[in-house]
């Protein structure tokens, strides 16, 4: 075959109606209008969402490798389930990547990369006191990648964002929670400021307890919703 004969040609408003209907669905899920358990009718969601059974199947796929649906025998897919030890290995494995990847940041960072830092803890604040918990996400999201990125912890931060969508998930639940919106915040604080002063045992730390206070806010909000589900009609 020559290479006159190839069509290189992208088609992006098929790519782009995929990612909107994979943003949709994902953001159904953090927000549980889609529930854990629920089953994820093909044919409902096509007609919910006004897109192609093919658009619904490849964000579906998409979805389960990301860890927020599984496809059970005879049922199909649904949304995944956290489990109580779930949740506790995904923050443990996040309180080790993170302290390492801060510890590593104190001993690299410079300036510039403690500015942005900090910027990023500002928008944080500011979001939390506007309620606006999608930029919360976006810019915690912001912070680390900025601290793995100053560390040099490419491979870590590629383990983060393989977790990212769950992280995302349970994050939801975490800064929903009352007084979140201070006590995050002076945690990230914490961590930077052991960045700033070179210190690398205390940001390790720093960063350790910040993510074990969410898992902390997240395993009592599981507890919480699993008596609830229990409670007869």
Known sequence: MSNSSIDLKVERQKTTLRELTLEKVRSAIF???FKPGERLVERTLCEKLGVSRTVVREVLRHLETEGLVETIMHQGPTVAIIDHDTTKQIYEMRALLEGHAAAACAKRA?????????????????????GKHDV??????HFYHTMFHIAGETVAWAIVNS????????RVITISSAARGQTAPQEMYEILSAIKNKDEDKAKLAA???????????????LVNEKTSKKPD
């Not at 919360?136 to 999201?141: A, D, F, L, N, P």
């Not at 969508?165 to 349970?170: D, F």
């Open 208 to 222: 350790q307890n910040h993510v074990l206070a969410a898992q902390k806010i997240a395993l009592q909000a599981l």
């Open 136 to 141: 919360v996400m976006k810019e915690t999201h």
């Open 31 to 33: 927000s549980q209008y």
């Open 163 to 170: 977790l990212n969508a769950r992280i995302n998930r349970l």
């Open 110 to 130: 410079d300036p510039e990369g403690i500015a942005q830092m900090s910027a990023c803890i500002l928008l944080i604040e500011a979001a939390f006191s506007a």
